[in-house]
T-cell receptor, first 111, second 112 residues
Framework: GNSVTQMEGPVTLSEEAFLTINCTYT??????LFWYVQYPGEGLQLLLK?????DKGSNKGFEATYRKETTSFHLEKGSVQVSDSAVYFC??????????FGKGITLSVRP | DAGITQSPRHKVTETGTPVTLRCHQT?????MYWYRQDPGHGLRLIHY???????DKGEVSDGYSVSRSKTEDFLLTLESATSSQTSVYFC???????????FGQGTRLTVV
């Protein structure tokens, strides 16, 4: 079946640091890949997505590239802000399957 | 933002009592989902619906039932609440089974 593996957390960074959050997946066929963000006390929001190999999703300074050869969809941001402190979830869908989520990782950004 | 409303937003209930959580959407999306979120477990799918009166189980469906009598409403019922069902519950919707889902704000349920 489909699965998503995220790096262990939590992650703590200083403001303006570079961020990488690793995500790898197992799926048959050609899944679509997503990053969701959950701010404290809120529901999940779609941050970005990519639907085919080599696509790059981007939003709010975050980027992730769909790498089929390494089955990865790592999230990056060049300079994090305190307001980026949240929980980040990697997820995928298959051709006829529902969203499968990773366990999420908590990011804390210090001023 | 997708039009998804969960009610109530917070609830405290006693063990053994029935509880119903409501999800209402204004997007006319076919698919609706109930998840629970617990520390260390991420999001786990409880039940989902693929149309009016069409529902199926997720990975943690024991102790829960659902109903969807109208496109816009998806109800989650805990027949007899237990302390292990203390959690944050999220409703989500999607147009298709394999597209992104949009989430409600969540319901924090405490079973005492």
């Amino acid at each position: 079946g489909n699965s998503v593996t995220q790096m262990e957390g939590p992650v703590t960074l200083s403001e303006e640091a570079f961020l990488t959050i690793n995500c790898t997946y197992t799926a048959t066929g050609y899944p679509s890949l997503f990053w969701y963000v959950q701010y404290p006390g809120e529901g999940l929001q779609l941050l970005l997505k990519a639907t085919k190999a080599d696509d790059k999703g981007s939003n709010k300074g975050f980027e992730a590239t769909y790498r089929k050869e390494t089955t990865s969809f790592h999230l990056e941001k060049g300079s994090v802000q305190v307001s980026d402190s949240a929980v980040y979830f990697c997820a995928l869908t298959g051709a006829n399957s529902k969203l499968t989520f990773g366990k999420g990782i908590t990011l804390s950004v210090r001023p | 933002d997708a039009g998804i409303t969960q009610s109530p937003r917070h609830k405290v209930t006693e063990t053994g009592t029935p509880v119903t959580l409501r999800c209402h959407q204004t997007e006319n999306h076919r698919y609706m989902y109930w998840y629970r979120q617990d520390p260390g477990h991420g999001l786990r799918l409880i039940h989902y619906s693929y149309g009016v009166k069409d529902t199926d189980k997720g990975e943690v469906s024991d102790g829960y039932s659902v109903s969807r009598s109208k496109t816009e409403d998806f109800l989650l019922t805990l027949e007899s609440a237990t302390s292990s069902q203390t959690s944050v519950y999220f409703c989500a919707i999607s147009e298709l089974i394999n597209t992104e889902a949009f989430f409600g704000q969540g319901t924090r349920l405490t079973v005492v």
